[in-house]
């Protein structure tokens, strides 16, 4: 095959939602389809003490949250799809909104009975930042919905996207009958109990078809009047508004039931984009393009604690990947052969031979890859829209047993090396300050430096309400912050000069003294 064709047929996405709209069972159906496990099913139950292959961590597993970001390649048709999976507790966003720089379309999924809910809101915003065309999923038709007309109301209200229904559901609950296809005019029919196999499901064509009447009784008719009020009340679907992220088709299931997971990947593996361009500071970077190209968005230490290792997950851009290339780093200045990148099959890694464009490769990490980092084929470029956001809550962490110090530091390093939290070391003593965006990242930090560095440690109160990278363009306006404000001042994990500010009063007052030092939200390299 061509290196275009390879290229043309992926499909690289990831599932938003709020927790418990079904993500996961979505993910395990998906993986139904693509072969990619041989029974949906057994991968998770919360209760039943089993574990989507997605959710590695003790942690998760304890907590029934997906902390960490897996990815998935499974074949669908003539297509590949790549899903990323996305941390689902809110205390993530930031990962979560790495992760979504590294796709290519969303799907939505929301649960029928609930509608639009807030996590979904705050991903909606982050899709936006970069044009993301959203496919939409409304999940667990299998029990009392809302009224679904309204449930698309309040889509195209609350998250100002147009709604283009692509399958209609017939009836509810108890009794779900099965959906129609507006595009090929057919239903299909539910049968329930099948949520652990591909079944056969029994399609009839054409709405006026008399089968559908013996079928579905008097549901048949009122479906006939109800696509009516449908087609008026809705809109078509579009090509073109879809991929600027300003329609989403719309599709109803239940992916417990495994119904309609199919009709969605029809859907997405039709419409959605294959892989697409990236802006560097130079310029844009295509797909198109042969020669090697690809990002960092997430780095994770021990994965599997077979390979004590660290990962860093590269989103290839352009090119191709084979085993044993050398790739040159722009940031360190240096050309590094990679002989053992890593794919993942739901959580399950082998090496791999080949990759292009639109894939996900790993990368072990033995300190020298950052988040946000590029990797080409020589050329010096830095792809550009992957930030680190600065903390909002900050903790002394200190060590129960003083004498594992360098432990814990080389712990702290690597762990801030993913981004969830970042490690500040003030200049003037030998504090050790946890920042993180949410509140559980502690409970993740210290759970993690027990199980995967074997060091014991406990949080202090620390007086530091913000954080801000700070730069300017002659290093004499850095000295002369530094002799006003050391206390203040720290080295962040990767080394770079911060702000410790102990109230926002003291950072704004420590800008306006010092108007040539730049005081960063957020920080790319
Ligand atoms: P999440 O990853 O988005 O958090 O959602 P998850 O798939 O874990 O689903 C949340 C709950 O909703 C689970 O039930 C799951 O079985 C259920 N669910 C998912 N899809 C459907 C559906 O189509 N219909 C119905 N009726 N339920 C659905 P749970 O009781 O919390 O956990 P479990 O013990 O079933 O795993």
Redesign the pocket.
């Known amino acids: 095959m061509t290196y275009q064709k390879e290229v043309d047929k992926r499909r690289t996405f990831a599932i938003i939602?709020?927790?418990?709209?079904?993500?996961?069972?979505?993910t395990e159906k998906v993986l139904l389809f693509g072969n990619a496990l041989q029974t949906a099913g057994t991968v998770?139950?919360?209760?039943?003490g089993q574990h989507a292959k997605s959710d590695w961590m003790e942690m998760e597993k304890e907590r029934g949250i997906?902390v960490t970001t897996s990815v998935m390649q499974f074949p669908y048709g003539d297509n590949l799809v790549n899903l990323l999976d996305t941390p689902?507790h809110e205390d993530f966003s930031e990962d979560t909104y790495r992760t979504l720089t590294a796709v290519d379309s969303c799907l939505m999924?929301i649960d029928s009975a609930k509608g639009v809910e807030a996590r979904t809101i705050k991903l909606m915003e982050v899709t936006r930042l970069r044009t993301t065309p959203i496919i939409t999923f409304m999940?667990?038709?299998?029990?009392d919905i809302r009224d679904p007309l309204e449930l698309l109301d309040e889509v195209e209200d609350v998250l100002n996207i147009k709604c283009a229904p692509i399958t209609w559901p017939i009836g509810m609950g108890k009794e779900f009958k099965g959906v129609y296809h507006l595009l090929r005019d057919e239903t299909i029919l539910y049968q329930t109990g099948q949520g652990h196999t591909i079944q056969d499901s029994k399609v009839i064509k054409g709405l006026d078809n008399p089968e559908l009447d013996e079928a579905i009784g008097s549901y048949a008719e009122e479906l006939r009047e109800m696509l009516e009020l449908v087609q008026g009340a809705s809109h078509e679907f579009d090509q073109e508004e879809f991929l600027r992220g300003e329609l989403t088709p719309v599709f109803f299931?239940?992916?417990?039931?495994n119904f309609g997971v199919d009709h969605m990947l029809d859907g997405l593996t039709e419409w959605a984009p294959k892989p697409q361009a990236r802006q560097t500071h130079d310029r844009e970077v295509s797909s198109e393009e042969s020669k090697f190209t690809g990002f960092i968005f997430k780095i994770q230490a021990n994965m599997d604690p077979k390979h004590r290792d660290r990962i860093a997950f590269c989103r290839i851009v352009s090119g191709k990947y084979e085993k044993g290339m050398k790739l040159h780093q722009p940031r360190i200045g240096k050309d590094v052969r990679i002989s053992d990148a890593v794919t993942f099959l739901a959580g399950d890694r082998s090496v791999l031979e080949e990759a292009y464009a639109g894939d996900i490769i790993g990368l072990h990490n033995h300190g020298t890859i950052q988040i946000g980092d590029t990797f080409t084929s020589g050329e010096k470029l830095q792809f550009t829209g992957i930030p680190n956001f600065a903390p909002e809550l900050f903790k002394r962490i200190r060590l129960r047993d003083p004498l594992k110090q360098k432990q814990l530091l080389k712990g702290l390093i690597q762990l801030s090396e993913e981004g969830a939290v970042q490690v500040f070391r003030p200049l003037i003593n030998n504090d050790l300050i946890v920042g993180a965006v949410g509140v559980l990242q502690f409970d993740v930090v210290v759970a993690r430096l027990k199980a995967e560095y074997n060091v014991d440690a406990l949080y202090e109160h620390v007086n530091v309400t913000t954080a801000r990278w700070v730069s300017a363009k002659e290093q004499k306006h850095l000295d002369e912050l530094r002799r006003k404000s050391e206390v203040n001042l720290a080295l962040d994990g990767g080394d770079n000069l911060t702000y410790i500010a102990p109230t926002m009063v003291n950072l704004s007052i420590t800008q306006e003294r010092h108007p040539d030092v730049t005081f960063h939200q957020t920080r790319e390299h």
Do not use: C, F, M, Q
């Open positions: 939602s709020h927790p418990d709209a079904g993500k996961t069972t979505i998770k139950g919360k209760k039943s997906s689902g999924v999940n667990k038709l299998d029990r299931g239940t992916a417990l039931g």
